[in-house]
Nanobody, 127 residues
Framework: VQLQASGGGLVPVGDSLRLSCATSGRALSGVAVGWFREAPGKDREFVAAISWNSRSAYYADSVKGRFTISKDDAKNTGYLQMSNLKPEDTAVYYC?????????????????????WGQGTQVTVSS
């Protein structure tokens, strides 16, 4: 299974970006998708996740109300729509898939829960 994240870039504060996560080698239907980010000098942190059937979405408090996660099973692509971007959103963003497809408790926040990872895409928000 390969994941290709794209859509990052350099944007001003308040702007929007949509990240994409294209998968190959396995259909996206039946798997959950997560997005994480890693800023310089910091640990990788959870951003958002969506269950296999898209019925449940989870967000970090820092992005709730600004980011929206989705996936298009027909296109085997996951998305992270980011709006009202802030300088603290600057990081490398990674997508990942969890083949179990659903989460209990706050398992979606755990990087070890995910089976496959993309290479990351840089998002830089300038103030």
């Amino acid at each position: 299974v390969q994941l290709q994240a794209s859509g990052g870039g350099l944007v001003p504060v308040g702007d929007s970006l949509r990240l994409s996560c294209a998968t190959s080698g396995r259909a996206l239907s039946g798997v959950a998708v997560g997005w994480f980010r890693e800023a310089p000098g910091k640990d990788r942190e959870f951003v958002a996740a969506i269950s296999w059937n898209s019925r449940s979405a989870y967000y970090a408090d820092s992005v709730k109300g600004r980011f929206t996660i989705s996936k298009d099973d027909a296109k085997n692509t996951g998305y992270l729509q980011m709006s009202n971007l802030k300088p603290e959103d600057t990081a490398v963003y990674y997508c990942a898939v969890d083949i179990l497809g659903d989460f209990t408790g706050r398992a979606y926040e755990n990087t070890r829960r995910y089976d496959y990872w993309g290479q990351g895409t840089q998002v830089t928000v300038s103030s």
